[in-house]
């Protein structure tokens, strides 16, 4: 079975779906269209989206704690998420659980 070309781009025919108003599958079969190749395209357009995103960095305020003798790292997390947390000197667990859900990890 030979694929017909379209003549516009994923991303136009994406921008027409989001402005439509229409389900996935009205705008589909509306423009005749395999509702999993518009499906294919919303994830890959999302993906893209995601990967375009600067990377930030959120400060947040903590109390002060005694300062550790030594070098290294007092306490060192690494969340599910894979972001790596390296305090020089110890919390108290209240203050660490702030300071892991400040920062969304």
Known sequence: ?????RPESPDETLARYRA????????CEQIGLPL???QWWLVRARRQARALRPVTFTEIPMP????VSGPGWAVEI?????VTVRLREPLR????RTLLRGGRC
């Open 36 to 38: 999993s190749t518009l």
């Open 64 to 67: 002060v704690a005694p300062p």
């Open 93 to 96: 667990a209240a203050a660490v």
């Open 20 to 27: 439509s108003g229409l389900t996935q599958r009205a705008f």
């Open 78 to 82: 690494v969340t599910a998420r894979g």
């Open 1 to 5: 079975m030979s694929r017909r070309r």
